[in-house]
């Protein structure tokens, strides 16, 4: 089972912040919180990871609260090609690779 | 960087068909993943190869699901007999543990629709 839990779906008008939350309270001090996105009729794409600071790349901003009990993902500017559904996840970095384990998501929907 | 590729990326058969679907994942990349998701819920893992070894099909329903890893590159998904409850898409992905850091890379999936 997924170990997160988020909105299932929300909007965000075009050109504004899209501040997508993910509540992950069970969260163990090895896990990361991956996030990743699925536009219709695609393969999930990956965005960021982190593992307790703050991260920021070209894609988005993840803010991880200090007790990592929750995080936010932010999309700066959003635009209508942001409309997908946005998977927020927990896994074990070990140095090996491994599965993810993809909640419901939440589908957020970008409006002119 | 070429992506990974999968085909077809359409299928329509009838029950208790077999069908198949291939992959190739991005160069260099040793971990390759399979994931079935059904229409309104997330990916889930079938099979994980690690080169042209399983690393985990736990959730690889065996009796009529198979697949394998040719030579550590390409690989191919079967499903024989097929039954209605595989309608979903099949995603392939790939991933490498470049600086330490495992970033999955999918493919644009085969929707299979069971009659």
């Known amino acids: 089972d997924a170990k997160t839990t988020q909105p299932t779906s929300m909007d965000c008008a075009e050109g504004r912040a899209a501040n997508l939350p993910c509540n992950h309270s069970t969260i163990s001090g090895n896990e990361y919180v991956y996030w990743y996105r699925q536009i219709h009729s695609q393969g999930p794409q990956y965005i960021i990871h982190g593992l307790k600071n703050n991260e920021t790349n070209e894609m988005a901003s993840l803010i991880i609260t200090e007790d990592r009990k929750s995080s936010t993902l932010i999309l700066p500017h959003a635009t209508l090609r942001d409309t997908a559904v946005y998977y927020c996840i927990v896994r074990p970095y070990s140095g090996n690779t491994g599965k993810l384990i993809f909640g419901q998501g939440t589908t957020l929907q970008v409006k002119p | 960087e070429a992506g990974v590729a999968q085909s077809p990326r359409y299928k329509i058969i009838e029950k208790r068909q077999s069908v198949a679907f291939w992959c190739n994942p991005i160069s260099g990349h040793a971990t390759l993943y399979w994931y079935q998701q059904i229409l309104g819920q997330g990916p889930k893992l079938l099979i994980q190869f690690q080169n042209n070894g399983v690393v985990d099909d736990s959730q690889l329903p065996k009796d009529r699901f198979s697949a394998e890893r040719l030579k550590g590159v390409d690989s191919t998904l079967k499903i024989q007999p097929a039954k209605l409850e595989d309608s979903a898409v099949y995603l392939c992905?790939?991933?490498?543990?470049?600086?330490?850091?495992?970033?999955?890379?999918f493919g644009p999936g085969t929707r299979l629709t069971v009659l």
């Open positions: 992905a790939s991933s490498s543990l470049a600086g330490g850091v495992d970033t999955q890379y």
